[in-house]
């Protein structure tokens, strides 16, 4: 057994065993704005193709309560609940959500490039765990 021990066999001990490279964990908050109108359905638009949640469906997020803010005052929306916020834990990041419940009217927009889904179809869609949670929580 001791023949095939190469720290013993090099006299290296000290060496192994060899450490590995450890990730930096970064946190980041995002502001939530999971926008309901009045048929029950969500905005929901696709992720870009790189970065958190890379091509999964998502509510609009913001990086500060200031940017949601601005965004809801220029869709007309006043209609804002702010929920407590969660932490969603990644393998490189900590990811502190706050989730903001709004109230649209039919037509009323959050960011571009989204739609309108009913449960039955955001449910089949690829979805971020969280973002799913919230949803079927609402």
Not at 91 to 96: A, G, P, S
């Given at each position: 057994?001791?023949?095939?021990?190469?720290?013993?066999?090099e006299a290296a001990q000290q060496r192994y065993p060899v450490k590995t490279r450890k990730l930096r964990r970064t946190a980041e908050s995002l502001w939530m704005a999971l926008a309901r109108n009045p048929a029950g359905q969500v905005w929901l638009a696709k992720r870009p193709a790189s970065g958190i949640w890379a091509g999964l469906y998502c509510p609009p997020c913001f990086t500060s309560?200031?940017?949601?803010?601005?965004?809801l005052a220029?869709?007309?929306v006043?209609?804002?609940?702010?929920?407590?916020?969660?932490?969603?834990?990644?393998?490189?990041?900590?990811?502190?959500?706050?989730?903001v419940r709004v109230g649209c009217a039919g037509s009323a927009s959050?960011?571009?490039?989204?739609?309108?889904?009913?449960e039955g179809e955001w449910s089949a869609l690829?979805?971020?765990?969280?973002?799913?949670?919230l949803l079927s929580n609402a």
């Open positions: 057994m001791h023949q095939r021990c190469v720290a013993r066999r309560r200031e940017t949601l803010d601005a965004a220029q869709a007309g006043h209609d804002a609940t702010h929920e407590p916020v969660f932490v969603h834990v990644l393998t490189h990041k900590d990811l502190h959500i706050h989730p959050l960011a571009p490039g989204g739609a309108w889904f009913d690829g979805l971020p765990a969280p973002v799913r949670k």
